[in-house]
């Protein structure tokens, strides 16, 4: 009984306030180490940091093989939305953990999707030649006269 | 009777008890409005049951309504959470509160007590962002932001002094500079030291206000400022979303704040604030946009 009665009164005093802080305290932590964008996952970031997904950038390089070809996220969208969709770019520009980055990067140099790192990494592959492709997430920066990207992690590099 | 008397007489009208179902009525209404401007397929189930609760109000006492609403919301939040912003959250544990009020003996208390901690909780996140980005202590968020968000022209114009041609280049400097991906190089914005003025002041009124709402909503001393909670919250929803119009977030802390407070003449300036909403936050930008197109 005491059990029932002190269970029904942290549901209707302490859950959702201790819901709103365990994702608030999630949030804040994946953007300190997973590049989670401050502006969402629910942390109440908004509106306190430059770094919104929007104003980043994904890179991707073809590397190896003796040559480098570089694309970026607004190419890779318009030349690939058929195999990865304009959703999973939002997504791997918001979060864009090693895993993320390394799903994009395959179905990119799949034949699938027909983009010209891929068709680049083909023409490799019949030459005998194994490329990589590098993934890089870049974030804004301004000092209070010029607006710069950083670099959010090192290059990942993915082979297929 | 005057008109003021009129709009008086049916502010009393609507806040008439039960005052909770008011707040779960006002919640259906924010449910079905709210996200429309970026739908997602996940939405529909939830608009639907919105619009059928709207259409038979029996439903909004409902106990399983709430839940299978609480589900539907629980589930687009999960599928989309990195992509969701602050108040979808908001949303859905305000749709959460309102389950457990509906399902409880004493709905108008756990309403009360949950608005007030979600939004004293709210703004102490909120807070405790602007210090731990950095980027407010030393203005650079507001400064940047005044360059390049077009809904932020008014302001540059107005606190920066500068030219709407002066906007639009900063913005397509960015543009081409992301386009093109050229990530190693920077590149100067045109800005004016008033606006980078204008910009720290701003950052710590913001850093002051929400602060203010924090403790004023979470703690209870001072006592001063404790009983005085509501009137820092509106004052913080007049002074940010007239210049920076986000619906969504303020009609969802106006609808918290009426339920919690006790007194019945703020009740009646929360509901006032949250019905003329649509009309008093987008009307700087209107009088701005007009006076664009007429001086400038």
Not at chain 2, 24 to 52: F, N, Q, S, V
Not at chain 2, 67 to 74: K, N, P, R, T
Not at chain 2, 94 to 102: E, G, H, P, Y
Request: charged fraction near 15%; proline fraction near 4%.
């Amino acid at each position: 009984m005491i059990l029932k009665q002190s269970l029904l009164k942290f549901f209707k005093t302490g859950a959702v306030p201790l819901l709103l802080t365990a994702v608030a305290l999630r949030q804040i932590m994946l953007v300190q180490t997973a590049g989670l964008s401050p502006w969402h996952g629910g942390g109440f970031g908004m509106f306190a940091s430059i770094d919104r997904d929007e104003r980043r950038v994904v890179t991707a390089e073809l590397t190896g093989c003796g040559q480098s070809q570089e694309s970026d996220l607004p190419k890779l969208e318009t030349k690939s939305s058929e195999s990865l969709g304009a959703n999973t770019f939002i997504h791997v520009s918001t979060f864009p953990t090693r895993s993320q980055l390394r799903r994009i990067g395959r179905k990119l140099l799949s034949p699938e999707s027909q983009h010209p790192l891929a068709n680049a990494h083909q023409q490799n592959r019949q030459n005998g030649c194994d490329s990589k492709i590098q993934l890089q997430v870049w974030r804004l920066v301004y000092d209070g006269q010029s607006i710069a990207y950083e670099s959010i992690a090192g290059p990942i590099e993915v082979q297929p | 009777m005057t008109l003021f008397q009129r709009w008086s007489h049916w502010l009393d009208e609507l806040l008439e008890p039960p005052v909770y179902l008011l707040v779960l009525r006002l919640t259906t209404i924010l449910l079905l409005l709210h996200g429309i401007d970026h739908w997602l397929w996940t939405m529909l189930p939830e608009k639907l049951l919105a619009t059928a609760m709207l259409l038979r109000p029996r439903l909004v006492r409902q106990r399983w309504v709430w839940l299978a609403m609480s589900l539907c919301l629980m589930v687009h939040n999960l599928w989309h959470w990195s992509n969701l912003v602050n108040h979808e959250y908001l949303y859905t544990y305000w749709v959460l509160v309102c389950t457990i009020a509906v399902w409880s003996r004493t709905p108008r208390q756990v309403l009360s007590w949950n608005a007030r901690w979600i939004i004293g909780l709210c703004f102490f996140f909120a807070t405790l962002w602007k210090f731990l980005g950095g980027e407010y202590l030393d203005g650079s968020f507001l400064h940047l932001t005044f360059l390049l968000d077009h809904r932020l022209a008014m302001g540059a114009v107005l606190f920066g002094g500068l030219d709407l041609t002066t906007l639009a280049e900063n913005r397509q400097l960015f543009e081409t500079m992301q386009t093109s991906a050229a990530v190693l190089e920077s590149q100067q914005l045109v800005t004016t030291p008033r606006m980078a003025a204008a910009s720290l002041v701003l950052s710590y009124w913001t850093i002051f206000i929400e602060g203010l709402v924090a403790v004023s909503f979470l703690l209870t001393m001072p006592r001063w400022l404790s009983q005085n909670r509501d009137w820092v919250l509106m004052v913080f929803v007049i002074t940010t979303y007239a210049v920076i119009p986000v619906l969504g977030f303020g009609a969802l802390l106006m609808v918290m704040g009426l339920i919690q407070t006790k007194n019945s003449l703020i009740a009646r300036i929360y509901l006032g604030l949250l019905i003329l909403m649509p009309i008093w936050m987008p009307l700087p930008q209107v009088i701005f946009s007009i006076l664009q197109n007429v001086i400038f």
